[in-house]
């Protein structure tokens, strides 16, 4: 494993090929986001974005919490809680999170904890979410006078268990531990939390099998297709992926790897 970088609000390690792990590492305070966090976050977010031999991206929490959402002890950022100061604030930190989700490769969420407020929002902009058996999910925003339509999270909770969980969840800011959490979809599943990042780290392997090309084209129909309206509309968006990976080096060299009997060697080109 290599050295961490450190930045101020997390470290980034790059445990094997392809794969980095951003752990936020504030566990004193619940690795609660400040503005230094935000804008940290979006710098590396648009930095892995940029490395083509990155695969998968795992983001979890060092400590108890994965992530207790905005610092409420953070004066700074409190101080500036004009409306002009807040939509400032929203904006920063919507951009992190917005560079987090669109990060051409899988994010792997490994909840390791609470993911509160701006946490949870943190938590639904990765792709996939495993969770220890204390991931729990609180949209604590109603609890402290703000909106639950805060940074994505009533966007993904409408998407990923339906209007009237979200709905519930949402307006009474109770908490969603981990077994409701796989029931409903939140998490993908919930491990030991002495594997937990061994089991992230699995299934970023079993990604890093694949064709790049292909898994990244396949992150773009996923979120596209969250936004369109028709079915129709779904297929040409496949449609055109598809058509693209043609002029890619990952298929025919999946075809010949499977005339040949062997494991492609896959570029991402
Ligand atoms: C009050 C109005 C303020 C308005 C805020 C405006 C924000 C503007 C920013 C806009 C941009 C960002 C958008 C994001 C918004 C949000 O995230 S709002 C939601 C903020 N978060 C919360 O409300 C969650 C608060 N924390 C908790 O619910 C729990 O602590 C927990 C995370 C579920 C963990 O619980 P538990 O394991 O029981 O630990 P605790 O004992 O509660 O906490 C341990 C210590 O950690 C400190 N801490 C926890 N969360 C935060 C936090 N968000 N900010 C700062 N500090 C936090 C907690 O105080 C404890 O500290 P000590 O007492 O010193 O040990």
């Known amino acids: 494993m290599t050295e961490p970088t450190t930045w101020e609000t997390f470290t980034l390690e790059r445990p094997e090929p392809g794969i980095a792990v951003v752990t936020l590492n504030r566990p ?5 986001m400040t503005n230094t966090m935000f804008s940290e976050l979006e710098k590396v977010a648009l930095r892995l974005d940029r490395e083509d031999d990155l695969r998968v991206v795992i983001l979890t929490g060092a400590g108890k919490a994965f992530c207790g959402g905005f610092d409420l002890d953070d004066a700074e950022g409190l101080a500036s809680l004009t409306p002009m100061g807040m939509l400032d604030q929203q904006e920063l930190a919507a951009r992190a999170l917005s560079a987090i989700r669109s990060i051409r490769v899988p994010v792997i969420a490994a909840v390791n904890g609470a993911a509160a407020g701006g946490g949870l929002s943190l938590s639904l902009a990765a792709d996939i979410r495993i969770g220890s ?10 609890r ?16 990923l268990i339906g209007p009237a969980r979200a709905a519930e969840f949402a307006y009474t800011g109770r908490f969603i531990e981990a ?11 919930v491990v030991p939390a002495e594997s937990l990042l061994a089991e992230a780290l699995a299934m970023a392997r079993l990604i890093c099998a694949n064709s790049p090309a292909g898994v990244q084209l396949s992150k773009r129909a996923l979120h596209a297709n969250m936004e369109v309206s028709s079915y129709a509309a779904a297929l040409e968006l496949e449609n ?3 058509a693209l990976l043609t002029r890619g080096e990952d298929m025919p060299e999946a075809l010949a ?3 040949d009997k062997r494991s492609p060697k896959f570029t991402g080109r």
């Open 28 to 32: 004193e305070r619940m690795n609660s």
């Open 133 to 142: 058996p204390t991931a729990r999910f609180n949209a604590a925003f109603v």
């Open 257 to 259: 790897a499977f005339k």
């Open 240 to 242: 055109r992926g598809q």
């Open 179 to 189: 077994v409701e959490a796989e029931s409903l979809g939140l998490l993908n599943a």
């Open 144 to 159: 402290i006078g703000l909106s639950a339509g805060d940074l994505g999270a009533s966007w993904h909770l409408t998407r």
